[in-house]
C-alpha cells in the first residue's frame, strides 16, 4: 500500500467511527426523550407533621417530672 491509500483508508475509518459516535448519541437522546418519565414513589412511612402544640401532653410530661 502506498501513502495515499493508508491516508484514505484511515479517513474512511475516522468519518465511519465519527458517524457512529452521532448515531449513537441520537438515538440515547431520542430514547430518553420518548420514555416517560418515573415518578417518585411517595414513601408510607412518611406523615406530614401537624406544628400545633397539645397543651394537655405538655402538661403531662411536667407532671410526671414533678411527681419523680
Known amino acids: ?19 457512529t459516535v452521532f ?13 416517560p418519565v418515573n415518578n417518585v414513589k411517595t414513601n408510607e412511612m412518611l406523615k406530614p407533621f401537624n406544628p400545633v402544640m397539645d397543651t394537655s401532653i405538655i402538661k403531662e410530661i411536667n407532671d410526671r417530672q414533678k411527681s419523680q
Open 23 to 35: 448515531f449513537v448519541i441520537y438515538s440515547r437522546s431520542y430514547k430518553n426523550l420518548i420514555t
Open 1 to 19: 500500500m502506498n501513502k495515499n491509500k493508508l491516508t484514505l483508508y484511515f479517513l474512511f475509518i475516522a468519518i465511519l467511527t465519527l458517524i
